[in-house]
C-alpha cells in the first residue's frame, strides 16, 4: 500500500489496472485453496463457528450497515483461511488480503452488494460444511472474482 521512492520518500501505491488484476487473482486462487483445505480438515466445532459467523453476515446484510458487514466480513474470512489448518497458507492468504483490502472495501458501496455477497458465502458454506473440496474452492474462487468485478463498477462510478 506505501510505495518507497528515491529522493522522494514514502508515497500512496496507486497499482495499475493490470496490477491490481493480478492481485485479484492471486487472491481469488488462495482464498480458493484455504476453502477447499477447510472443507476436507475443520472440524465441527469449528463448522459451528463458521455457520454463525455466516448467520451473523445475514442479519448485517438485512440491516445494510456495509462498515459492521465489512469488518464481519473479514473475520468470516479469516476463520476459513484459519480452517485450512495450514498456518503457512493462511499467512500468505492474509497477507494478500490486506494488500488489496482498499479496494475490496468499496464494493460493499454498491447497491444490493451486501446480500448478494452474503449469498456467494453462502455457497461457500454449504460446501465447507459438506466436505467439497471441488464445490468450497470453486464458490470462494467465484465469490473473490464477483468482489473484483464489483470494485471494478464502483471505480468506474465514483
Known amino acids: 500500500l506505501i510505495e518507497a521512492r528515491a529522493h522522494r520518500g514514502a508515497v500512496v501505491a496507486q497499482p495499475s489496472i493490470e496490477r491490481l488484476g493480478g492481485m485479484f487473482e492471486a487472491m481469488a486462487e488462495l482464498e480458493a485453496l484455504c476453502a477447499g483445505l ?4 475443520m472440524t465441527p466445532v469449528e463448522r459451528h463457528r463458521l455457520e454463525a459467523i455466516h448467520e451473523e453476515l445475514r ?9 459492521r458487514f465489512n469488518a464481519v466480513n473479514e473475520r468470516f474470512h479469516a476463520f476459513i483461511y484459519a480452517g485450512s489448518q495450514n498456518g503457512h497458507i493462511a499467512e500468505i492468504t492474509l497477507a494478500t488480503r490486506k494488500r488489496v483490502q482498499p479496494f475490496r472495501r468499496a464494493q460493499f458501496r454498491n447497491l444490493g452488494r451486501l446480500a448478494q455477497s452474503h449469498a456467494e458465502h453462502d455457497r461457500v458454506v454449504v460446501a465447507i460444511l459438506r466436505g467439497d473440496r471441488t464445490g468450497a474452492a470453486g464458490a470462494m474462487r467465484a465469490h ?3 468482489v473484483h468485478g464489483e470494485y471494478e463498477i464502483y471505480a468506474v462510478s465514483v
Not at 38 to 41: G, H, L, M, S, T
Open 38 to 41: 477447510a472443507a476436507e480438515r
Open 144 to 146: 473473490i472474482e464477483r
Open 59 to 67: 442479519v448485517l446484510s438485512h440491516a445494510g450497515n456495509p462498515d
